[in-house]
């Protein structure tokens, strides 16, 4: 045998152990990833249900209809940028989970919240909440049960006013994905509620009108009299 045809069998040898060491690490990735890929995907869909199932603890089961990372995928057009799932609960209604950083500290504030058949909040809940100022977590979401899209009678959390307006804000864009899509039917809106509600910042508007602007802040000071000049001209 020649010195070229060992050379060449060195190199047969090499090659066909490199290939082989390629075969048996990919068939150990394969397994691997078999393994681990039911396991992944099961913890991912634990962490997104887990909040729905304290929402309806007695929910058969959910249906994913709208995932934000492949809205692509979903039939739903027109989803607001706060809705991150929209689900159909078993044996009906829908829940919706939101994700909305309109709040006090900017940090995402996580909402879930329940709607039957008709379109009417059976249940809400905060699932985090990163602001300083406690809105109510526990309590101010219930005050949404029974309200339809019109959320005619909530109200906002007075010193809390930029998370918990966040709060209303995000389940109107749950709201809007579910009406626009012909899921459930527009709640009734009142018209006498908004004309009381612009007379109402109508009369605090004439109130402020009736304050003199002419009149120094220190004039509300005790002991403190106006120059006989200003006075003249008063």
């Not at 950083?101 to 039957?116: L, N």
């Not at 007075?158 to 749950?174: E, L, M, W």
Request: aromatic content about 8%.
């Amino acid at each position: 045998v020649s010195e070229m045809d060992k050379k060449n069998s060195s190199a047969g040898s090499a090659a066909f152990c490199l290939i082989l060491l390629f075969v048996v690490f990919a068939g150990i990735l394969f397994g691997v990833n078999s393994y681990t890929a039911p396991i992944i995907e099961w913890n991912d869909n634990a962490a997104v249900l887990e909040p729905l199932y304290r929402l309806l603890p007695e929910a058969d089961g959910f249906q994913l209809l709208y995932d934000a990372s492949k809205p692509e995928a979903s039939g739903l057009k027109g989803v607001p940028g706060t809705v991150k799932y929209i689900h159909a609960v078993t044996p009906d209604g829908f829940a919706i989970q939101l994700s909305t950083t309109e709040g006090y500290t900017h940090e995402p504030i996580e909402i879930s919240f329940a709607v039957d058949a008709e379109g009417k909040i059976t249940n809400a809940q905060v699932d985090a909440y990163p602001d300083t100022k406690d809105m109510g977590v526990e309590t101010y979401p219930l005050t949404y049960i029974g309200q339809d899209s019109a959320l005619s009678d909530v109200s906002l959390v007075a010193g809390v006013t930029f998370s918990s307006s966040a709060f209303r804000k995000a389940i109107a864009d749950g709201f809007t994905a579910l009406v626009d899509n012909g899921l459930v039917a527009e709640g009734y809106k009142d018209p006498l509620q908004a004309d009381r509600k612009s007379t109402r910042l109508n009369a605090r508007a004439r109130t402020s009108s009736r304050v003199s602007p002419t009149v120094p802040a220190l004039s509300r000071q005790k002991n403190f009299s106006l120059p006989a000049r200003c006075c003249r001209r008063l």
